[in-house]
């Protein structure tokens, strides 16, 4: 009974070594070894592994991206408040996995990214009005990244930041759309005063050029009375004309000159 119970003690004792001895790092993690206290300056890669038992701890640090929401309540450049609601992916490149163990402590977004992402965006936001930042959202965002990416350095990537909502105080957004409203008659306005303009251009060409075109055919009939005769020609349809004469000097009828000629 002793012999049977020694050695289940001895097989539990064994199973607890094994285990505490080996390591598995997950797809998309790296491990960090913690030794009584002592990082160790290189990071475990993804696999299985063996460590020392007990004294051994390995940690695992995600380096997927991630994706995390964030809040930012901002001033423009004319001193009007605007809440931006963004979305920030990052991720912590291996390389910078032991580091940020030992400098940060708890997660890498909120002691690390978080606050310097508001930063970052409100001095984008403090270099444009609040109508600018409404219409120019991509700038804003472009600026914020880029100043994020400054502040924030190697230890994470911050891949993109994406404006989710803008939202403003219920008197300015009122004021921006009556401002829009305005600009959008104001155009209105301006397109037809130059339609009529244009019509009106037209008008005055097509009659300049009706009286050039007369003056044109005085002058032709001026110098060349046979231009009549031959404007009859080309105009006359083939059937015999009912009146002979013109203006005021009618002759007959057609009907009439033929009973007199019997």
């Not at 993804?46 to 995600?62: L, R």
């Not at 931006?84 to 690390?112: C, H, M, N």
């Given at each position: 009974m002793a012999r049977a119970i020694g050695f289940a003690i001895l097989i539990f004792s064994a199973a607890i070594m094994a285990s505490s001895g080996t390591y598995v790092i997950q797809p998309g993690y790296r491990g960090v070894e913690v030794t009584l206290g002592k990082v160790s300056p290189a990071f475990k890669p993804e696999g299985f592994g063996f460590k020392p038992p007990f004294i051994t701890m390995i940690y695992p640090v995600s380096i997927r991206q991630q994706t995390s929401m964030e809040k930012a309540e901002c001033y423009s450049a004319d001193l009007q408040q605007v809440s931006v609601v963004l979305r920030v992916l990052y991720r912590i490149p291996e390389g910078a996995v032991v580091k940020l163990f030992q400098g940060?402590?708890?997660?890498?977004?909120?002691?690390?990214?978080?606050?310097?992402?508001?930063?970052a965006l409100k001095?984008?936001?403090?270099?444009?009005s609040a109508e600018q930042i409404v219409k120019n959202r991509e700038l804003i965002k472009s600026r914020a990244l880029d100043l994020a990416r400054t502040k924030i350095g190697?230890?994470?990537?911050?891949?993109?930041?994406?404006?989710?909502?803008?939202?403003?105080t219920r008197e300015l957004k009122q004021a921006i759309e009556q401002k829009m409203v305005q600009e959008q008659d104001a155009s209105k306005a301006k397109f037809t005063q130059q339609?009529?303009?244009?019509?009106?251009?037209?008008?005055?060409i097509k009659a300049e050029g009706e009286a050039k075109s007369i003056v044109i055919r005085g002058?032709?009939?001026?110098e060349n009375p046979a231009f009549v005769e031959l404007q009859i020609v080309d105009r006359w349809d083939g059937v015999a004309p009912r009146i002979i004469g013109s203006g005021s000097?009618?002759?007959m009828t057609l009907s009439d000159l033929e009973r007199r000629n019997k």
């Amino acid at each position: 009974m002793a012999r049977a119970i020694g050695f289940a003690i001895l097989i539990f004792s064994a199973a607890i070594m094994a285990s505490s001895g080996t390591y598995v790092i997950q797809p998309g993690y790296r491990g960090v070894e913690v030794t009584l206290g002592k990082v160790s300056p290189a990071f475990k890669p993804e696999g299985f592994g063996f460590k020392p038992p007990f004294i051994t701890m390995i940690y695992p640090v995600s380096i997927r991206q991630q994706t995390s929401m964030e809040k930012a309540e901002c001033y423009s450049a004319d001193l009007q408040q605007v809440s931006v609601v963004l979305r920030v992916l990052y991720r912590i490149p291996e390389g910078a996995v032991v580091k940020l163990f030992q400098g940060y402590r708890g997660d890498a977004f909120e002691t690390l990214i978080a606050p310097r992402v508001q930063e970052a965006l409100k001095e984008a936001a403090a270099q444009q009005s609040a109508e600018q930042i409404v219409k120019n959202r991509e700038l804003i965002k472009s600026r914020a990244l880029d100043l994020a990416r400054t502040k924030i350095g190697d230890l994470l990537i911050v891949e993109d930041i994406v404006v989710e909502d803008i939202a403003l105080t219920r008197e300015l957004k009122q004021a921006i759309e009556q401002k829009m409203v305005q600009e959008q008659d104001a155009s209105k306005a301006k397109f037809t005063q130059q339609r009529a303009q244009i019509e009106a251009n037209t008008t005055f060409i097509k009659a300049e050029g009706e009286a050039k075109s007369i003056v044109i055919r005085g002058e032709a009939l001026k110098e060349n009375p046979a231009f009549v005769e031959l404007q009859i020609v080309d105009r006359w349809d083939g059937v015999a004309p009912r009146i002979i004469g013109s203006g005021s000097n009618v002759l007959m009828t057609l009907s009439d000159l033929e009973r007199r000629n019997k």
